[in-house]
């Protein structure tokens, strides 16, 4: 079973940088969702983000360990943009 410190830990390595939250959705450790801004998505359309984000998680996509992950990804001015949550 996953957690996501873990997955946020991998995440911040593969994007240095990056402000990465996470959370479990079920309580059951393969179904996540992410928030995630980083400089490298400046000029990156969503998918690109997307792929980036994919890219250091395949191990755990591939086996099915991780099962669903949601992602909302931006720039930090895209980020900014959406002013103060």
């Known amino acids: 079973m996953l957690d996501a410190e873990t997955l946020r830990r991998y995440l911040l390595d593969a994007l240095p940088g990056s402000e990465v939250e996470?959370?479990?959705t079920t309580g059951t450790g393969d179904h996540f969702e992410a928030r995630v801004v980083?400089?490298?998505f400046t000029g990156k359309t969503m998918v690109e983000q997307h792929q980036l984000v994919y890219a250091p998680l395949q191990p755990w996509l591939k086996s099915g360990e991780l099962h669903a992950?949601?992602?909302k990804?931006?720039?930090p001015e895209q980020w900014k943009k959406?002013?103060?949550r």
């Open 22 to 24: 996470l959370n479990d």
């Open 38 to 40: 980083s400089p490298a």
């Open 69 to 71: 992950l949601a992602l």
């Open 73 to 75: 990804t931006y720039s």
């Open 82 to 84: 959406l002013g103060p």
